[in-house]
């Protein structure tokens, strides 16, 4: 499962990196919800109507803060880990960006394309799963890497069609959050 998984991650990232006029890739696993909750959420943040709130409008907007402070190489949008850290700021819709120390999950992130060079170099030849690799490049200062809180996108823990479990075999709203 690590290598088939590292695997797709890759071949994700090499894609997004071949088209130069990209400048974020958003990585979706196949096993994506959207959090609970969360569009409410940043619809009563912003005033709005929650039927007016458009996720992918709102994920295209994260992206074009990477440039500012506090600047940014990846963005977890699906934190499993209990673990907290400092805020380093307040995104629209209410939404905290933390500087988790251990950043676990990788079913929905984004990317810059200096991330995504440095996991690359760092992940080839697969050595490590994406979480635990992300990780490493986290505490090591080779990139700048965040997470959203409360969670944008989830994990389904039963894939109604095929049956199949998340590796965690819960939902992420059963771990604890910031």
């Known amino acids: 499962g690590i290598i088939a998984c590292a695997l797709s991650h890759q071949k994700a990232l090499k894609m997004f990196l071949k088209d130069k006029t990209l400048t974020h890739a958003v990585v979706f696993e196949d096993d994506i919800i959207l959090q609970e909750g969360i569009r409410e959420r940043i619809a009563k943040a912003q005033g709005k109507d929650q039927g007016k709130i458009n996720i992918l409008q709102y994920i295209h907007d994260l992206a074009k803060s990477s440039s500012k402070e506090p600047k940014w190489d990846g963005i977890n949008l699906g934190i499993c880990s209990p673990y907290c850290g400092d805020t380093m700021a307040m995104l629209p819709g209410g939404i905290k960006l933390i500087q988790a120390p251990q950043p676990y999950c990788t079913h929905a992130y984004m990317y810059t394309r200096r991330a995504a060079e440095i996991e690359l170099e760092a992940n080839v ?21 965040f997470s959203t809180v409360p969670r944008i996108f989830d994990q389904n823990p039963n894939d109604e069609v095929t049956g199949a479990k998340s590796i965690h075999g819960k939902s992420d709203l059963d771990i604890p959050e910031c």
């Open 125 to 145: 030849p697969i050595h490590q799963s994406e979480d635990k690799i992300r990780v490493d490049l986290v505490n090591d200062g080779s990139f700048k890497y």
